[in-house]
């Protein structure tokens, strides 16, 4: 659950982008890890919050509110 791609996104990064808050759950109780950057810096919350970068240029990608809360319930609770 914590495999690379060529971009050096996991399956948590994907999850994100898309908003698949189950399939965010399923990979945090596999092991993922939420904190992950990718070649580009950026972590699942950065993609739910829709920041990115590309070729130096600010570009906003859909935010994903549920998937934030999602999120940090995720990351407190891994931190306890």
């Known amino acids: 659950v914590s495999a ?3 971009l ?3 399956a948590a990064h994907g999850a994100a982008q898309r908003g698949a808050d189950n399939v965010m759950r399923f990979l945090a109780s596999k092991g993922a890890m939420l904190g992950a ?6 972590t699942p919350m ?3 919050i829709g ?3 590309d070729e130096g ?8 509110k549920s998937t ?3 999120l940090r319930e995720l990351m407190a609770a891994s931190a306890r």
């Open 37 to 42: 950057k990718n070649r580009r810096g950026r």
């Open 8 to 10: 050096g996104e996991t």
């Open 46 to 48: 950065d993609d739910a």
């Open 68 to 70: 934030q809360v999602v």
């Open 57 to 64: 240029e600010d570009v906003r990608r859909p935010e994903r």
């Open 4 to 6: 690379f791609n060529d």
């Open 51 to 53: 920041q990115a970068k």
